[in-house]
């Protein structure tokens, strides 16, 4: 089954200690990306990825760090969480970035 | 304000009656897409319209887009309750380079009452 996988979908932690969502999907897509949402703010790219190798900053990416050495994974590492990184994050890929997105079912982490 | 704005932000109606949302955007796209989300869970693609598209079709759903007006609607027909989500609009821009920046809307929470 054709799917982006995320974990943990859960999480609580406390200020300062550094966690990673992994992300991986069986597509075979090129393009990977994560995005926050948060109440009344929609959406917000934080990082993407257009191939191995190749990651940019999104519009949100301060407090965040990605890595693409598979193609067929993207990890979000949080070095030192603090409390405003409270969300629900969502990785996502395509085949390419102008097309259909497909998205995980959503990691909703607290930071106390 | 955003590069994708929704309106209205809140659409309640009747089962079985039409439901419509509407999308401005800022700036040249590449394409426009729609996508769905049910309370909380992963967003999932509905429509995508490119910028030389007018209208398109995909079952109960009709999406224009008008370039000169910066602006999309989304329209389902014959609403079941089964529709009751929320819905986005995004952007991908253009020209766009290598930037691979699709960006949201703010979101139509809509909701279908049986």
């Known amino acids: 089954e054709a799917q982006v996988t995320q974990n943990p979908r859960y999480l609580i932690t406390v200020t300062g200690k550094k966690l990673t969502v992994t992300c991986s999907q069986n597509?075979?897509?090129?393009?990977m990306s994560w995005y926050r949402q948060d109440p009344g703010l929609g959406l917000r790219q934080i990082y993407y990825?257009?191939?191995?190798?190749?990651?940019d900053k999104g519009d949100v990416p301060e407090g965040y760090k990605v890595s693409r050495k598979e193609k067929r994974n993207f990890p979000l590492i949080l070095e030192s969480p603090s409390p405003n990184q409270t969300s629900l994050y969502f990785c996502a890929s395509s085949f390419q970035y102008t097309g259909e997105l497909f998205f995980g079912e959503g990691s909703r982490l607290t930071v106390l | 304000s955003q590069q994708g704005e929704e309106d209205p932000q809140a659409l309640s109606i009747q089962e079985g009656e039409n439901a419509t949302m509407n999308c401005s955007y800022k700036t040249s796209i590449n394409n426009l897409q729609w996508y769905r989300q049910n309370s909380g869970r992963g967003l999932v693609h509905l429509i995508l319209i490119r910028s030389n598209e007018r209208e398109k079709h995909s079952g109960r759903l009709r999406v224009t887009l008008d370039t000169s007006k910066k602006s999309s609607s989304l329209l389902i027909t014959a609403s079941r309750a089964a529709d009751t989500a929320s819905y986005f609009c995004a952007t991908v821009l253009f020209p766009s380079g290598n930037t691979g920046k699709l960006i949201f809307g703010q979101g139509t929470t809509l909701q279908v009452k049986p």
């Open positions: 990825s257009m191939n191995v190798e190749v990651t």
């Open positions: 597509m075979n897509h090129e393009y």
